[in-house]
């Protein structure tokens, strides 16, 4: 039973452009969402997050949305730049601080 | 320099033997977590630590796995009689910043 799921196993996305990658959760009680971002051969590498009580947070070039009624999360970035090039995991904790990641989505940016 | 330190990078052992991973958090912290990565699946949940005190387990970590942290900062991961299907990427973290986890870079594991 996924928690996270992340449903875009890969995404394309021009230069310069807006990428936005999509999350959806099943369990009501997260109270803390994060993205992710990861590169071959290392570890997960935080990006943003965003308390539950919020619906947006952003960072520079990352955006996140928090739509609770819809139990669905975005991030978005802009413009797009070729190091954004990696897979990008979703996640939620729950109130023990246990992080739960989905399956993740491949960005890669075109030149 | 990500702030955790985990060795061995890679390894790789024979079907059947007993292998060791070790994380070190740079700094202090109280909680110390392991996950583990497998091709095209988001990071899982192994187990945790709040000081020496192993305090979760998910029931992906079966009776040949074994997890340590003696003194409340490094900790050990073992895997006995490892078979192919433990072949993943292990990951140790520890708290981050807004709610996240620092990851360190992992160990890859292949169990030929």
């Known amino acids: 039973d996924q928690q996270v799921k992340q449903n875009s196993p890969s995404l394309s996305v021009q230069e310069g452009r807006i990428s936005i990658l999509n999350c959806d959760y099943t369990?009501?009680?997260?109270?803390?969402f994060l993205w992710y971002k990861k590169y071959p051969a290392e570890g997960p590498t935080f990006l943003i997050s965003?308390?539950?009580?919020?619906d947006k947070n952003e960072d520079g070039r990352f955006t996140v949305f928090l739509n609770k009624s819809a139990k669905h999360l975005s991030l978005h970035i802009v413009p797009s730049q070729p190091g954004d090039s990696a897979v990008y995991f979703c996640?939620?904790?729950?109130?023990?601080?246990?992080?739960?990641f989905g399956k993740g989505t491949r960005l890669h940016i075109l030149p | 320099d990500t702030g955790v330190s985990q060795d061995p990078r890679h390894k790789i052992t024979k079907r059947g033997q007993n292998v060791t991973f070790r994380c070190d958090p740079i700094?202090?912290?109280?909680?110390l977590y392991w996950y583990r990565q497998t091709l095209g699946q988001g990071p899982e949940f192994l187990t945790y630590?709040?000081?020496?005190?192993?305090?979760?387990k998910s029931r992906l970590l079966s009776d040949r796995f074994s997890a340590e942290r003696p003194k409340g900062s490094f900790s050990t991961l073992e895997i006995q009689r490892t078979e192919q299907g433990d072949s993943a990427m292990y990951l140790c973290?520890?708290?981050?910043?807004?709610?996240?986890?620092?990851f360190g870079s992992g160990t890859r594991l292949t169990v030929v």
């Open positions: 996640a939620a904790s729950d109130r023990d601080d246990k992080i739960i």
């Open positions: 369990n009501s009680m997260f109270d803390y």
């Open positions: 965003i308390s539950s009580i919020k």
């Open positions: 700094s202090e912290h109280n909680r």
């Open positions: 630590f709040q000081n020496e005190a192993q305090l979760e």
């Open positions: 973290a520890r708290e981050g910043r807004m709610g996240g986890y620092t």
